[in-house]
Nanobody, 124 residues
Framework: QVQLVESGGGLVQAGGSLRLSCAAS????????MGWLRQAPGKGREFVAT????????DYADTVKGRFTIFRDNAKNTVYLQMNSLKPEDTAIYYC?????????????????WGPGTQVTVSS
């Protein structure tokens, strides 16, 4: 079992930045692909970014490409999401998740473990 807990969310003005962290416990995330997904009010859960177990591969949703960066530190059992140039449409609950697909995935259904989420609100 992998337990995940997100932190770093909050309220920020449009154009600002936030860094989300995801701390894992229970077992090492070293063999897992990791991802960030989000859910806006009234919408389904959507893919944001994913990273392979070795950090050699990353992928992003088109809506965040060039603004968000996912990275991980396996020694610290932690995954991060650096979010720059935030827009009001980025407002959502952000979830960290782990998949047994070590290459990562852009499909929410592929993720086995989820954190409780952290709220990100971007004001205009």
């Amino acid at each position: 079992q992998v337990q995940l807990v997100e932190s770093g969310g909050g309220l920020v003005q449009a154009g600002g930045s936030l860094r989300l962290s995801c701390a894992a416990s229970g077992r090492s995330i070293g063999g897992y692909g990791m991802g960030w997904l989000r859910q806006a009010p009234g919408k389904g859960r959507e893919f944001v970014a994913t990273i392979s177990w070795s950090s050699t591969t990353t992928d992003y949703a088109d809506t965040v490409k060039g603004r968000f960066t996912i990275f991980r530190d396996n020694a610290k059992n932690t995954v991060y999401l650096q979010m720059n140039s935030l827009k009001p449409e980025d407002t959502a609950i952000y979830y960290c998740a782990a998949t047994s697909d070590s290459g990562g995935s852009d499909r929410p259904r592929d993720y086995n473990y989820w954190g409780p989420g952290t709220q990100v609100t971007v004001s205009s």
